[in-house]
C-alpha cells in the first residue's frame, strides 16, 4: 500500500508561484505513474498533470500547458507540481495520484488559493 502525503499549499497572489510536492510513505513511488489532480467545491476532481514512472512522459491539461511542470524524484519518493503565472481559476485541493497496474492511492489533498 502506498500513503501520499501532499504539502506546499497556500494563499498565493494572481502571478505569484507554488511548488507542490508529494511524500509516499510505506512503500516506494517506483513503478506507478504518478498525477496531480484538482477539485474544486461542487466540481468534480479533474486532471492537472502526469508523469510515467520512468518520467519519460508527461502530459498536462489545457488549462495549465505552460505555467505548470510535473517533475519525480524516485530516489526520495516524491513528486512535485511547479505552478507558475497563478491565477484565481487555479484555486482548489490538489490531490496526489499513484497509478499501478491493479490499484491506484491518492492522498488527502492540499489546499491552492490564489487571490486576484
Known amino acids: 500500500q502506498v500513503q501520499l502525503v501532499e504539502s506546499g499549499g497556500g494563499l498565493v497572489q494572481a502571478g505569484g508561484s507554488l511548488r507542490l510536492s508529494c511524500v509516499a510513505t510505506?512503500?516506494?513511488?517506483?513503478?506507478?505513474?504518478m498525477g496531480w489532480f484538482r477539485q474544486t467545491p461542487g466540481r468534480a476532481r479533474e486532471f492537472v498533470a502526469a508523469?510515467?514512472?520512468?518520467?519519460?512522459?508527461?502530459a498536462y491539461a489545457d488549462s495549465v500547458k505552460g505555467r505548470f511542470a510535473i517533475s519525480r524524484d524516485n530516489a526520495k519518493n516524491t513528486v512535485y507540481l511547479q505552478m507558475n503565472s497563478l491565477s484565481p481559476e487555479d484555486t482548489a485541493v490538489y490531490y496526489c495520484n499513484a497509478k499501478g497496474l491493479i490499484r491506484e492511492y491518492w492522498g488527502q489533498g492540499t489546499q491552492v488559493t490564489v487571490s486576484s
Open positions: 510505506r512503500n516506494t513511488i517506483n513503478g506507478y505513474n
Open positions: 508523469i510515467t514512472s520512468n518520467s519519460g512522459n508527461t
